[in-house]
Structure formats: structure tokens, C-alpha cells
């Protein structure tokens, strides 16, 4: 039977509270098995873009990475957030190793074509972009991988790739290795029936039942993408994918933390 592997995504919003991000990484270092943390950091790269007088464009959600602005992401994302996270990790026995895609050319990416808009510097994966082999010896070797929304496209240009997606495809590649689970943190409870009513929360969704969701109304918004996502890394291998609040990680392994979205 494989090893089990927990890929875990952390939301800005919670590394943006000192109080929540310090509860949630006191349950990821409790987290018992292997496992792996990806986080961005977006509302901390747009404070210290204005700072430096750099303007924050962004189109429909998305971050226009600009030259400029791929300096601020990087000094944030794979700097500042990364190491922040690391040594919170180390301060509470969890031997993380902090990285970017670049380092092991453990992720790599192609800078996105220009269609509508030029959205600059910033990376989409396809299936091979995840060195499985890299970062399982990492794994191997007693580390637990920190990894930052920052890629490379292997021919020495960093490139700004969203963080969900950089889960979901270390997710797919591990799983040929692990039995995997990959988890979104952010900070609400789960996927919930009535957006008004916290307490709400659908605990399990199949994929038949997503479609029926998804024609109520009940999921909309920009929860649709997020999981339209997660059936596709279930398709493709991932064992579940469970979306709930950072705060009940803890509740993980007895299968009570948020909506869980399986096979």
C-alpha cells in the first residue's frame, strides 16, 4: 500500500493574520505522514508593491506580472513568506525546506501566451512540469517542502504561477508515489449550501452532485473553478481533495475538516 501524502494549500488571507497563520502551522506540524505546504502571499505582494510605488494591476482575479512586479512576487513570495513560514515550521519541530520551482528544478513552467491580455510574467504547468523523483528524495530524506508561487521556465527566467494550481499539479504527479490528499485552506469552513449560514457545510461532494450544485446555484462564483479543479486532480489520480477552514486542520485524519470531494 503507497505511503500517504498530504499536499496542503494555504490562503493569503490566513497568512495575512498573525494569530491564524501561527494556530494553522501548529496543525500542519502536527500533521503526522508525509506532506508538503504550497502558499502565495498576494495581499502581502501588493502592500509592498505600493510601498516601493509599484501599482497592483489585476484583471478578473488575476495579477498582471509585470518586470517590476515579478521582483516584488519573488522578494515576497519565495523571500520574505517562504522563510517566515519555514522557520515557523523548524520553531515547532518540523523540518521544512523552503522552495521555488527553480530550486531542484523541482517545478517548471512556460510563460502564458499572449491572447487578450499580456498578463507578462506568469507561468502555466502542463503535466510533466513536477519533478516527482526530486522531491520524493526530498521527502525521503526526512525535509518537509515549503514550496512558494514562484516557477522557472528552465532557461533562467522566473515566472509567477498561482498557487492552486501549483497544488493540484504536485498533487497529480505525487500520486503516482503516494497516496495522496490535497487540501485547501482558506478561511471558511468548507463548501457551504448557504453562503449566509457558516455552519452550512457540505461535507462530501461527488462529481454527479457537483454538477447538480453547480445548476441550483448553490456552488457559484469563484468557487465553481476551485472545484472544477479539484474533480480534475481527482480524475487524474489524487485520492480526494478536501476544501475547509485553516483553523480545523487538526480534523483532517478523522475525516470531519470542511467538504471533502472524492471519486
Avoid at 237 to 254: N, P, T
Wanted: aromatic share 6%; with cysteine.
Amino acid at each position: 500500500m503507497a505511503a500517504k501524502m498530504w499536499i496542503v494549500k494555504i490562503g493569503g488571507n490566513i497568512i495575512d493574520h498573525s494569530e491564524g497563520l501561527s494556530r494553522f502551522l501548529e496543525h500542519f506540524a502536527n500533521l503526522r505522514g508525509n506532506k508538503i505546504l504550497v502558499h502565495g502571499g498576494g495581499k502581502i505582494a501588493t502592500r509592498t508593491a505600493a510601498d516601493l510605488g509599484i501599482e497592483a494591476v489585476l484583471v478578473e482575479g488575476r495579477r498582471i506580472t509585470d518586470e517590476a512586479m515579478l521582483r516584488v512576487v519573488t522578494m515576497v513570495y519565495a523571500g520574505l513568506t517562504n522563510k517566515q513560514l519555514v522557520a515557523g515550521l523548524q520553531a515547532r519541530g518540523c523540518n521544512a525546506i523552503g522552495l521555488s520551482g527553480a530550486d531542484g528544478n523541482t517545478i517548471k513552467a512556460e510563460r502564458r501566451p499572449v491572447k487578450e491580455i499580456d498578463y507578462g510574467f506568469v507561468g502555466d504547468l502542463w503535466p510533466g512540469s513536477v519533478d516527482a523523483d526530486a522531491i520524493a528524495t526530498l521527502v525521503a530524506g526526512g525535509f518537509t517542502p515549503v514550496f512558494s508561487a514562484i516557477t522557472h521556465d528552465g532557461r533562467g527566467q522566473l515566472l509567477n504561477t498561482n498557487a492552486d494550481t501549483i497544488a493540484s499539479a504536485l498533487a497529480v504527479a505525487l500520486s503516482a508515489k503516494y497516496d495522496t490528499s490535497l487540501v485547501y485552506c482558506f478561511e471558511k469552513r468548507g463548501v457551504l449550501r448557504n453562503i449566509q449560514d457558516d455552519n452550512s457545510v457540505i461535507p462530501e461532494i461527488r462529481a454527479a452532485e457537483f454538477e447538480q450544485l453547480k445548476m441550483s446555484g448553490v456552488i457559484a462564483d469563484g468557487m465553481v473553478p476551485k472545484l472544477h479543479n479539484a474533480f480534475q486532480a481527482i480524475a487524474r489520480g489524487v485520492s480526494e481533495v478536501c476544501i475547509g477552514h485553516a483553523d480545523e486542520l487538526c480534523l483532517l485524519r478523522q475525516q470531519q475538516f470542511g467538504t471533502r470531494m472524492i471519486r
